[in-house]
Protein backbone atom coordinates (compact mmCIF):
# COMPACT_ATOMS: atom_id res chain seq x y z
CA UNK A 1 0.00 0.00 0.00
CA UNK A 2 1.18 3.58 -0.92
CA UNK A 3 0.21 6.90 1.13
CA UNK A 4 -1.14 9.18 -1.47
CA UNK A 5 -1.35 12.49 0.09
CA UNK A 6 -1.80 14.25 -3.56
CA UNK A 7 -4.54 17.04 -3.91
CA UNK A 8 -3.31 17.69 0.06
CA UNK A 9 -1.74 21.16 1.31
CA UNK A 10 0.57 20.49 4.06
CA UNK A 11 2.25 23.12 5.81
CA UNK A 12 5.42 22.40 7.37
CA UNK A 13 7.06 24.96 10.14
CA UNK A 14 10.70 25.08 10.48
CA UNK A 15 11.18 23.18 6.85
CA UNK A 16 14.25 24.96 6.44
CA UNK A 17 16.25 22.11 8.56
CA UNK A 18 16.18 19.07 10.37
CA UNK A 19 12.89 17.26 11.60
CA UNK A 20 11.25 19.67 9.14
CA UNK A 21 13.24 19.25 6.21
CA UNK A 22 13.20 15.43 6.33
CA UNK A 23 9.09 15.54 6.63
CA UNK A 24 8.92 18.25 4.16
CA UNK A 25 10.36 15.93 1.85
CA UNK A 26 8.41 12.36 2.87
CA UNK A 27 5.37 14.83 2.57
CA UNK A 28 5.96 16.03 -1.29
CA UNK A 29 7.20 12.50 -2.26
CA UNK A 30 3.60 11.06 -1.14
CA UNK A 31 1.89 13.89 -3.91
CA UNK A 32 1.41 16.61 -1.48
CA UNK A 33 1.59 20.22 -1.77
CA UNK A 34 4.45 21.28 0.55
CA UNK A 35 4.55 25.12 1.84
CA UNK A 36 7.05 25.88 4.02
CA UNK A 37 7.01 28.62 6.49
CA UNK A 38 10.57 29.56 8.40
CA UNK A 39 12.60 32.55 9.79
CA UNK A 40 15.29 31.33 7.57
CA UNK A 41 13.78 32.38 4.50
CA UNK A 42 16.64 31.54 2.25
CA UNK A 43 16.85 28.10 3.36
CA UNK A 44 13.23 27.07 2.76
CA UNK A 45 13.78 28.22 -0.22
CA UNK A 46 16.47 26.20 -0.83
CA UNK A 47 14.49 22.84 0.58
CA UNK A 48 11.23 24.01 -1.67
CA UNK A 49 13.46 24.08 -4.73
CA UNK A 50 14.26 20.50 -4.31
CA UNK A 51 11.06 19.13 -3.64
CA UNK A 52 8.16 18.82 -6.83
CA UNK A 53 5.59 21.45 -5.94
CA UNK A 54 6.69 23.35 -3.18
CA UNK A 55 6.82 26.39 -1.93
CA UNK A 56 8.35 28.88 1.18
CA UNK A 57 7.69 32.00 3.00
CA UNK A 58 9.17 33.95 5.54
CA UNK A 59 7.13 33.50 9.18
CA UNK A 60 8.62 34.41 12.40
CA UNK A 61 6.88 32.05 14.60
CA UNK A 62 7.14 34.72 17.61
CA UNK A 63 5.73 37.53 16.14
CA UNK A 64 1.59 37.14 16.21
CA UNK A 65 1.45 39.73 13.08
CA UNK A 66 4.03 37.28 11.26
CA UNK A 67 2.15 34.54 11.66
CA UNK A 68 -1.03 36.44 10.89
CA UNK A 69 -0.12 36.57 7.50
CA UNK A 70 1.30 33.69 6.65
CA UNK A 71 -2.78 32.08 7.72
CA UNK A 72 -3.54 35.15 5.43
CA UNK A 73 -1.22 34.08 2.67
CA UNK A 74 -1.77 30.47 2.37
CA UNK A 75 -5.74 30.72 3.02
CA UNK A 76 -5.35 33.28 -0.31
CA UNK A 77 -3.20 31.21 -2.28
CA UNK A 78 -4.12 27.94 -1.65
CA UNK A 79 -7.13 28.15 0.02
CA UNK A 80 -6.23 26.39 3.45
CA UNK A 81 -4.49 23.60 4.32
CA UNK A 82 -5.27 19.84 5.00
CA UNK A 83 -1.95 19.03 6.93
CA UNK A 84 -0.30 21.32 9.54
CA UNK A 85 2.62 20.00 10.91
CA UNK A 86 3.75 22.63 14.18
CA UNK A 87 7.41 21.62 14.03
CA UNK A 88 9.50 25.02 14.18
CA UNK A 89 11.13 25.41 17.69
CA UNK A 90 13.79 26.69 19.67
CA UNK A 91 15.88 24.02 21.59
CA UNK A 92 17.35 25.89 24.68
CA UNK A 93 20.30 24.06 26.28
CA UNK A 94 20.18 25.60 30.34
CA UNK A 95 20.81 23.59 33.58
CA UNK A 96 18.91 24.65 36.58
CA UNK A 97 15.93 27.08 37.03
CA UNK A 98 18.20 29.82 37.85
CA UNK A 99 19.71 29.94 34.34
CA UNK A 100 16.80 30.62 32.71
CA UNK A 101 15.98 34.48 31.98
CA UNK A 102 12.16 36.03 31.83
CA UNK A 103 13.27 37.09 28.26
CA UNK A 104 14.33 33.58 27.60
CA UNK A 105 11.49 32.20 29.07
CA UNK A 106 8.93 34.72 26.73
CA UNK A 107 10.82 33.87 23.57
CA UNK A 108 10.59 30.06 23.96
CA UNK A 109 6.86 29.78 24.98
CA UNK A 110 6.02 32.03 22.12
CA UNK A 111 7.67 30.48 19.40
CA UNK A 112 7.18 27.04 20.75
CA UNK A 113 3.73 27.57 21.79
CA UNK A 114 1.89 30.87 21.09
CA UNK A 115 3.31 30.39 17.47
CA UNK A 116 1.40 26.70 17.18
CA UNK A 117 -1.41 27.67 19.10
CA UNK A 118 -1.77 31.12 16.57
CA UNK A 119 -1.25 28.58 13.51
CA UNK A 120 -3.95 26.07 14.42
CA UNK A 121 -6.08 29.27 15.17
CA UNK A 122 -6.00 31.17 12.08
CA UNK A 123 -6.06 27.43 9.98
CA UNK A 124 -8.37 25.25 11.72
CA UNK A 125 -11.93 27.04 10.38
CA UNK A 126 -10.41 26.43 6.67
CA UNK A 127 -9.62 22.64 7.49
CA UNK A 128 -13.76 22.40 8.90
CA UNK A 129 -14.33 23.79 5.62
CA UNK A 130 -11.92 21.41 3.56
CA UNK A 131 -14.28 18.65 6.05
CA UNK A 132 -11.49 17.51 7.19
CA UNK A 133 -7.54 17.91 8.01
CA UNK A 134 -4.44 16.51 10.41
CA UNK A 135 -2.73 18.70 12.89
CA UNK A 136 0.93 17.27 14.01
CA UNK A 137 2.23 19.15 16.74
CA UNK A 138 6.56 18.42 17.86
CA UNK A 139 6.56 18.07 21.13
CA UNK A 140 9.66 16.67 23.30
CA UNK A 141 10.86 13.67 25.20
CA UNK A 142 11.46 16.47 27.74
CA UNK A 143 7.77 16.67 27.86
CA UNK A 144 7.23 13.25 28.83
CA UNK A 145 10.46 12.99 31.82
CA UNK A 146 11.01 16.49 32.39
CA UNK A 147 13.75 18.52 30.87
CA UNK A 148 17.20 16.84 30.77
CA UNK A 149 19.82 19.01 29.38
CA UNK A 150 17.12 21.03 27.75
CA UNK A 151 15.62 24.13 30.42
CA UNK A 152 12.59 23.68 32.30
CA UNK A 153 11.36 26.67 29.75
CA UNK A 154 11.70 24.25 26.58
CA UNK A 155 10.32 21.11 28.68
CA UNK A 156 7.26 23.47 29.75
CA UNK A 157 6.31 24.83 26.00
CA UNK A 158 6.34 21.15 24.76
CA UNK A 159 4.39 19.59 27.45
CA UNK A 160 2.20 22.81 27.05
CA UNK A 161 1.78 21.35 23.37
CA UNK A 162 0.22 18.05 24.68
CA UNK A 163 -2.43 20.30 26.19
CA UNK A 164 -2.94 22.27 23.16
CA UNK A 165 -3.05 19.06 21.21
CA UNK A 166 -5.59 17.25 23.33
CA UNK A 167 -8.03 20.46 23.22
CA UNK A 168 -7.67 20.24 19.52
CA UNK A 169 -8.69 16.98 18.91
CA UNK A 170 -11.62 17.22 20.65
CA UNK A 171 -12.63 20.06 19.17
CA UNK A 172 -11.23 19.19 15.65
CA UNK A 173 -13.44 15.67 15.72
CA UNK A 174 -16.66 16.28 14.95
CA UNK A 175 -15.63 17.58 12.00
CA UNK A 176 -12.67 14.64 10.49
CA UNK A 177 -9.68 16.63 11.92
CA UNK A 178 -7.24 14.59 13.90
CA UNK A 179 -5.00 16.21 16.16
CA UNK A 180 -1.69 14.58 17.82
CA UNK A 181 1.88 14.95 18.95
CA UNK A 182 5.04 13.66 18.46
CA UNK A 183 7.33 13.36 20.91
CA UNK A 184 11.31 13.10 19.72
CA UNK A 185 13.86 11.56 21.80
CA UNK A 186 17.29 12.38 21.02
CA UNK A 187 17.54 13.05 16.75
CA UNK A 188 20.51 14.07 15.06
CA UNK A 189 20.21 17.25 13.74
CA UNK A 190 22.43 20.23 14.41
CA UNK A 191 21.22 21.65 17.15
CA UNK A 192 21.40 18.12 18.92
CA UNK A 193 24.85 17.30 17.15
CA UNK A 194 26.06 20.57 18.55
CA UNK A 195 25.11 20.09 21.80
CA UNK A 196 26.32 16.20 22.49
CA UNK A 197 29.64 16.68 20.14
CA UNK A 198 32.53 14.60 21.52
CA UNK A 199 30.04 12.73 24.14
CA UNK A 200 27.60 10.78 21.43
CA UNK A 201 28.39 6.89 23.25
CA UNK A 202 27.67 7.87 26.76
CA UNK A 203 24.07 9.06 25.00
CA UNK A 204 23.84 6.08 22.37
CA UNK A 205 24.53 3.43 25.14
CA UNK A 206 21.54 4.50 27.40
CA UNK A 207 18.87 4.12 23.93
CA UNK A 208 17.97 0.19 23.64
CA UNK A 209 18.08 0.44 20.00
CA UNK A 210 21.56 1.88 20.47
CA UNK A 211 21.63 5.20 18.26
CA UNK A 212 20.37 8.58 17.80
CA UNK A 213 17.20 8.89 15.70
CA UNK A 214 17.59 10.34 12.57
CA UNK A 215 15.20 13.13 10.94
CA UNK A 216 13.81 10.96 8.61
CA UNK A 217 12.65 8.47 11.28
CA UNK A 218 10.57 11.41 12.99
CA UNK A 219 8.90 12.30 8.95
CA UNK A 220 7.88 8.59 8.92
CA UNK A 221 6.07 8.97 11.75
CA UNK A 222 4.80 12.48 10.84
CA UNK A 223 4.02 11.42 7.08
CA UNK A 224 1.44 8.01 8.73
CA UNK A 225 0.48 11.07 10.93
CA UNK A 226 -0.62 13.01 8.23
CA UNK A 227 -1.85 9.86 5.98
CA UNK A 228 -5.07 8.51 5.91
CA UNK A 229 -4.10 5.25 7.88
CA UNK A 230 -4.17 7.17 10.85
CA UNK A 231 -7.65 8.38 10.31
CA UNK A 232 -8.61 6.67 14.07
CA UNK A 233 -5.52 8.27 16.16
CA UNK A 234 -6.24 11.70 17.80
CA UNK A 235 -5.33 13.12 20.48
CA UNK A 236 -2.29 11.07 21.22
CA UNK A 237 1.42 11.55 21.90
CA UNK A 238 3.46 9.25 19.42
CA UNK A 239 7.12 8.44 21.05
CA UNK A 240 9.97 8.41 18.65
CA UNK A 241 13.00 7.76 20.84
CA UNK A 242 14.48 4.31 20.18
CA UNK A 243 12.84 3.06 23.55
CA UNK A 244 15.04 5.69 25.68
CA UNK A 245 11.21 6.25 27.34
CA UNK A 246 8.72 3.63 27.22
CA UNK A 247 5.42 5.33 28.33
N1 LIG B 1 16.26 17.16 17.42
C1 LIG B 1 15.77 16.61 18.51
O1 LIG B 1 16.40 15.78 19.19
C2 LIG B 1 14.39 16.98 18.98
C3 LIG B 1 13.86 16.27 20.08
C4 LIG B 1 12.58 16.59 20.52
C5 LIG B 1 11.86 17.58 19.89
N2 LIG B 1 12.41 18.25 18.84
C6 LIG B 1 11.59 19.30 18.24
O2 LIG B 1 11.48 19.09 16.85
C7 LIG B 1 11.41 20.35 16.18
C8 LIG B 1 12.50 20.41 15.11
O3 LIG B 1 13.75 20.25 15.72
P1 LIG B 1 15.12 20.15 14.89
O4 LIG B 1 16.05 19.35 15.72
O5 LIG B 1 14.84 19.74 13.48
O6 LIG B 1 15.58 21.67 14.95
P2 LIG B 1 16.41 22.57 13.91
O7 LIG B 1 17.00 23.67 14.73
O8 LIG B 1 17.30 21.72 13.05
O9 LIG B 1 15.27 23.16 12.98
C9 LIG B 1 14.35 24.09 13.48
C10 LIG B 1 13.80 24.93 12.34
O10 LIG B 1 12.90 25.88 12.92
C11 LIG B 1 13.20 27.16 12.39
N3 LIG B 1 12.82 28.21 13.36
C12 LIG B 1 13.45 28.52 14.52
N4 LIG B 1 12.85 29.56 15.11
C13 LIG B 1 11.80 29.91 14.32
C14 LIG B 1 10.82 30.92 14.38
N5 LIG B 1 10.80 31.83 15.37
N6 LIG B 1 9.90 30.99 13.39
C15 LIG B 1 9.93 30.11 12.35
N7 LIG B 1 10.85 29.15 12.23
C16 LIG B 1 11.79 29.05 13.20
C17 LIG B 1 14.69 27.15 12.12
O11 LIG B 1 15.09 28.15 11.19
C18 LIG B 1 14.90 25.72 11.61
O12 LIG B 1 14.70 25.63 10.21
C19 LIG B 1 11.57 21.42 17.26
O13 LIG B 1 10.29 21.88 17.66
C20 LIG B 1 12.23 20.67 18.39
O14 LIG B 1 11.95 21.24 19.65
C21 LIG B 1 13.64 17.97 18.38
Known amino acids: MRIDLSGKTALVTGGAGGIGKASATLLSRA ?3 VVIADINLPGAEE ?4 LRNAAA ?3 DLGDPMSVAETCATITAEYGGVDILFNNAGIISYRQGI ?3 TAEEWDTVIDVNLRGPFLLCQGLMEGMKRRGGGRIINASSLAARVGGIEAGIHYAASK ?3 LGLTRTLAKEGGPYGITANAIAPGIIATDPVRKQISGHEESYTSGIPLRRLGTPEDVANVVLFLASALSAYVTGIVVDINGGLYMG
Open 31 to 33: GAR
Open 47 to 50: VAAE
Open 159 to 161: AGL
Open 57 to 59: LAC
Open 98 to 100: GAV
